[in-house]
C-alpha cells in the first residue's frame, strides 16, 4: 500500500518517511484494536512490534486490553 503525505505535514511532524510509515501503522493499529476490528495478535502484526510491546503500548495511549467490566472481575475472582 502506498500513501502519498503531503510534504508540508511530513515537515510539520518532523518524521522521515520511514519514521511516518511506522507512525501511521502503530496508530492505524491501535485504532483497529480499539475498536474491535482487530485482535491483539493481529493489531501487533500489523504494527510490526511484538504482541507483548503493543500491550503495552496500549497502556501509553489508555487503550484497555481487556473488555472485562470491573463487575465481572470482582465476581470472577471474588
Do not use: H, W
Request: hydrophobic fraction near 40%; charge should be negative.
Amino acid at each position: 500500500m502506498t500513501l502519498r503525505i503531503p510534504n508540508d505535514v511530513q515537515r510539520r511532524l518532523n518524521r522521515t518517511p520511514d519514521e511516518l510509515g511506522r507512525d501511521l501503522r502503530l496508530y492505524g493499529a491501535l485504532m483497529l484494536f480499539q475498536l474491535g476490528k482487530l485482535s491483539a495478535g493481529a493489531a501487533a502484526e500489523l504494527a510490526g512490534v511484538p504482541k507483548v510491546l503493543f500491550l503495552d503500548l496500549c497502556g501509553q495511549y489508555d487503550i484497555a486490553v481487556s473488555q472485562i467490566t470491573p463487575d465481572e472481575l470482582r465476581a470472577e475472582t471474588g
